[in-house]
């Protein structure tokens, strides 16, 4: 009986391993360009599959700190703020996942392209797909007018709104249909500035603004802390980056709420 116990306990522990090792590798195929969330899904990781693998020696140490009043005290804070911090995420989960499907079947009036770096004189392959996404919406709806946002980089020649709109030109779009916005540098200057060139042109209409899924319920309360009444329209975001980006975003949200 004790050795099927302690069979079934090494086949638990194995499944486990394995499973967090794939979630180790949907953060590691995301290097170099994961940043924080790739850093932080790496690290969190691991911790996952060194406490699977050394589990008994854990588990001891659990034991003895439980036996002091400082070691219980700690472990119930501990306890306490990891139970936090997983409902947390996973209402911000929730939250983001929902906002990529807010702006099915709706039909703008004007869409809002938010930038990200390029390359030389050309999108990179995130801002590509949000231009495409973006060609899409413009091409069903002939009466749409485009913005694109972004300024240009410490690394960059050309500011991310030329590049922008020069891509959609070449596509077919009406280059008299696309405004070019070239001097932000962030989400909250994207809207802002945006804004202000709506405002400009007596626009009234239904906005959607173009992002990554990932970005857009963080995108949409800042939209709407400066005043812009949109929703977002979710371009793909390649496989290799959802899992760090992802996380990424959660880092990117919380600062939000302790700034904004």
């Known amino acids: 009986m004790e050795r099927e116990v302690s069979l079934t306990k090494?086949?638990?522990?194995?499944i486990l391993v394995v499973?967090?090792?794939?979630?180790?590798?949907?953060?590691?195929?995301?290097?170099?360009?994961?940043g924080a969330g790739c850093a932080a899904g790496?690290?969190?990781s691991g911790v996952l599959i060194a406490i699977t693998i050394f589990f008994s020696q854990f588990k001891r140490l659990l034991g003895?700190?439980?036996?002091?009043a400082a070691g219980k005290a700690v472990l119930i804070v501990i306890s306490v703020l990891l139970i936090a911090g997983i409902a947390y995420c996973i209402t911000l989960?929730?939250?983001?996942?929902?906002?990529?499907?807010?702006?099915?079947?709706k039909k703008p009036g004007a869409v809002i392209v938010l930038g990200c770096q390029i390359r030389d004189d050309a999108p990179s392959r995130m801002l590509r797909h949000r231009l495409d996404t973006a060609y899409d919406i413009l091409k069903e709806n002939d009466e749409c007018i485009c913005i694109v946002s972004g300024g240009k980089?410490?690394?960059?020649?050309?500011?991310?709104?030329?590049?922008?709109?020069?891509?959609?030109?070449?596509?077919?779009?009406d280059p008299a249909r696309i405004t070019e916005e070239g001097g932000s540098t962030s989400t909250?200057?994207?809207m802002r500035y945006s804004k202000q060139i709506l405002d400009d042109m007596g626009f009234s209409g239904e906005v959607?603004?173009?992002?990554?899924?990932?970005?857009?319920?963080?995108s949409g309360l800042i939209a709407e802390n400066e005043g812009l009444d949109a929703y977002g329209a979710a371009a793909p975001t390649e496989m290799r980056f959802i899992t760090s980006y992802w996380v990424r975003e959660w880092l990117s949200l919380t600062y939000y709420f302790l700034t904004k």
Do not use: Q
Not at 154 to 169: C, F, G, I, N, P
């Open 19 to 34: 499973l967090e090792s794939v979630l180790l590798w949907s953060f590691l195929r995301a290097l170099p360009y994961g």
């Open 10 to 14: 090494m086949v638990i522990r194995f």
């Open 188 to 190: 909250r200057e994207n």
């Open 42 to 44: 790496i690290a969190g």
């Open 64 to 68: 003895a700190m439980w036996g002091t």
């Open 153 to 173: 980089g410490s690394d960059e020649k050309y500011t991310e709104a030329s590049v922008m709109k020069s891509y959609l030109v070449d596509k077919g779009i």
């Open 93 to 105: 989960s929730v939250l983001m996942a929902r906002a990529i499907n807010e702006g099915e079947d």
């Open 208 to 218: 959607c603004f173009v992002s990554d899924g990932y970005h857009l319920y963080r």
